[in-house]
């Protein structure tokens, strides 16, 4: 991290990340377009709630453990070369100056990078996910699981190390947040639908699927025009702090990564026409996430024509994986959340060693250091988040009862729909 930004870049910065929460916002409307209207309330409520428990855990003890690329850390000797594995900060953010510096623009960024991660499981633990648990499984992931892989990537620690202690280009590469926002969510989305298990009435007892079509498609359109907005300044800041970029390449990073949503969005289609006959709108907008999502890691330092190529193989995978994960696995997943940010943040982690451009970055080096960062996403975050989210299964069951999934979540733990004007559909008009 630079100790001080020129002050264009200072302001551009500060402003790009005050319009971050767009994303939030986005992911909360496609969550609640991709549900079903009984349970529409249930889900944006959860959303405010995810916001609220993520900010504040993540302040009062994830800061300690993830803290500043520069800052203290507690780290073990390898080969006689320091590897931080986790950072020694004070709780509740003492000992940083609220003083628009650098460090504090990074600490603002990752409160809303930390919300960002947090709201993505909501997506896949949609309509059978108690309220409750899910405040008490977004404090484990802000306050535990997010802060320790982000040191490791931002704070400094041993995977963003791997390029000076190692010759791996230079260490593993995620300006905007693929790996240690999208991937870290995706795969503790996965972990949550293991856990609560499919829908009522999602598989029938020979394993046939069932349709269960989100309610609006509008609102998911919608919440990708946010996510788009809020992508581009996120990708932009993160840029700013984490690849010393200037005020002036933000207009490079927010081409690259439209191009890559664009072109993701525009494949999911073509795939979806060319396999259904038709375009599927749920999948075309769980393409154009996906596209931002695999922007996100190189998006500092990829040409625009490397983003768009990118988004076309995010936007091809997303169809495939959604029918892997759902047909094949049994993963029932009602957002596709496991398939957008997991699937699809890999690919673009991945993309970076492939693509990348400059001159301080060895292509075979930096593969190796990318491929580092997956396999620890893989071998040690979804272990970690799963066993923590086993864990609290345990002593707080996090699945709502039979009939609760009947009545739908906004009747049955908030006492009112979101539509009371309006007959909601029951299971009777599942196909089943």
Request: charged share 10%.
């Amino acid at each position: 991290m630079a100790s001080s930004l020129p002050e264009t870049s200072f302001i551009v910065c500060l402003l790009l990340i005050l319009l971050v929460p767009l994303t939030c916002a986005g992911l909360g409307l496609v969550n609640v377009g991709l549900g079903r209207s009984r349970s529409a309330a249930h889900a944006m409520t959860a959303s405010l709630c995810v916001l609220a428990v993520a900010s504040i855990a993540f302040i009062a003890c994830g800061v300690a453990w993830e803290g500043i690329a520069g800052r203290p850390d507690h780290a073990f000797i390898l080969g006689g070369k320091p590897w931080g594995w986790i950072a020694a900060e004070h709780f509740f953010v003492r000992g940083f100056a609220f003083d628009l510096s650098p460090a504090s623009l990074i600490l603002l960024l990752q409160m809303f990078s930390v919300s960002i991660a947090s709201l993505i499981p909501l997506s896949s633990g949609a309509e059978r996910w108690r309220l409750g648990a899910v405040c008490a499984s977004t404090a484990l992931l802000a306050g535990c699981t997010y802060p320790l892989f982000a040191h490791w990537v931002w704070g400094g620690g041993w995977l963003a190390q791997l390029g000076a202690n190692y010759g791996l280009g230079q260490g593993f590469v995620d300006t905007g947040g693929t790996a240690c926002i999208q991937v870290v969510g995706g795969l503790t989305a996965l972990s949550i639908t293991w856990i609560l298990g499919p829908r009522r009435g999602k598989y029938s007892s020979d394993g046939v699927q069932a349709a269960i079509p989100g309610h609006n498609i509008v609102l998911v359109m919608l919440g990708c025009i946010l996510a788009w907005l809020g992508w581009i300044c996120l990708n932009s800041a993160g840029a700013i702090l984490f690849a010393h970029a200037s005020g002036a390449d933000t207009v490079k990073v927010a081409i690259s990564t439209t191009l890559s949503a664009a072109a993701a969005g525009l494949t999911a289609a073509a795939v979806t026409r060319s396999r259904f006959g038709r375009p599927d709108a749920s999948l075309t907008a769980n393409g154009w996430i996906a596209g931002l999502v695999a922007s996100s890691a190189g998006a500092a330092m990829l040409r625009p024509a490397s983003g768009f190529l990118i988004g076309v193989i995010a936007g091809g995978l997303v169809p495939f994986a959604v029918d892997l994960f759902e047909l094949r696995l049994g993963v029932d997943d009602p957002g596709g959340a496991v398939s957008v940010h997991a699937v699809a943040g890999i690919w673009g982690v991945l993309a970076v060693g492939i693509l990348s451009v400059g001159d301080a970055t060895s292509s075979s080096g930096q593969w190796l250091a990318q491929l580092a960062g997956v396999a620890t996403l893989l071998g040690f975050v979804l272990p970690l988040t799963y066993g923590l989210n086993w864990l609290l299964n345990i002593f707080y069951p996090q699945r709502v009862d039979g009939e609760g999934e009947r009545q739908g979540l906004d009747l049955y733990e908030l006492g009112a729909g979101a539509y009371p004007e309006f007959v909601v559909h029951s299971d009777e008009f599942i196909q089943r």
